[in-house]
């Protein structure tokens, strides 16, 4: 179980990338950082078609690296709280949520390795009071309605499958203002395009959490306290409304 609070004046997440034996996050130095900022910086130009060449110099090992979970985006001066299942390994640990000239977080040092050993944890699946499914089939689900106060949500993950921003699909809570336009928040929550996943965060949105990017099967938990309001739970894909992974939901008094 991992508490977050993030300090910093920018949205963050964190992801844990299971990497394939005998690969570092020096590898990751040397030859999948260098594709993904020139690429990035390409369609910035507004040069797409020669960012996404770019992306096709990566190594045929970051293909299979596992995205094992973390925090959904956190919005800044906020808390978040997120049990996930990790295997023994080596992980990396990054946020690449961009800053405002459009670098990555994880390119400016947002990337730890982290030791998963083979001891058990005495960690126990937290108690769900509302239980969503997501799959790349029937988007985000859940049954009943979600009320005020401390709230613990699980996430299945029924399938999992790389979209086209190379990523898969994750959950995020995001309170929402009466005004805020549900299109600008689905746009920018595709880091690919030039104003997607960048500081700073759309107006009238405060992200809380949730559970990053995981493996088919898997569940992961995150616990929040939920205030009366607008929310929506998001994944962090491109034409999320299309697919049915951006609901909306109030909380009542």
């Not at 844990?16 to 570092?24: L, V």
């Not at 099967?217 to 607008?230: A, C, N, Q, T």
Request: proline letters at 7%; one cysteine or more.
């Amino acid at each position: 179980t991992f508490a977050y609070q993030n300090k910093s004046s920018e949205t963050h997440f964190f992801l844990f990338d299971k990497y394939p034996n005998g690969k570092t996050i020096q590898d990751t130095k040397n030859e999948v950082f260098p594709p993904f900022d020139k690429g990035m910086d390409l369609i910035n130009e507004g040069k797409t078609e020669a960012g996404y060449a770019e992306f096709n110099k990566l190594p045929a090992w970051f293909f299979e690296v596992v995205y094992s979970g973390g925090s959904g985006l956190v919005s800044p001066n906020m808390n978040s709280t997120t049990t996930v299942n990790l295997e023994p390994g080596y992980y990396i640990m990054e946020c690449y949520v961009k800053m405002p000239n459009g670098k990555f977080h994880v390119s400016m040092g947002m990337a730890k390795p982290i030791i998963v050993s083979n001891k058990k944890s005495e960690v126990s699946p937290p108690k769900a009071t509302t239980n969503i499914t997501i799959s790349s089939t029937e988007g985000i689900n859940y049954n009943g309605s979600i009320a005020k106060g401390p709230q613990v949500f699980s996430v299945e993950f029924k399938d999992q499958i790389t979209h086209e921003n190379f990523v898969g699909h994750d959950v995020n809570l995001v309170k929402l203002a009466d005004t805020t336009k549900l299109e600008i928040l689905e746009n920018w929550m595709n880091w690919t395009d030039p104003k997607g996943l960048i500081t700073p965060a759309p107006e009238g949105v405060t992200f809380l959490g949730g559970v990053n990017d995981s493996p088919a099967g898997s569940v992961g938990y995150f616990k929040v306290d939920l205030e009366p309001g607008i929310y929506a739970l998001v994944s962090e894909v491109p034409n999320t409304i299309e697919k049915g992974m951006l609901k909306t939901f109030t909380v009542s008094e």
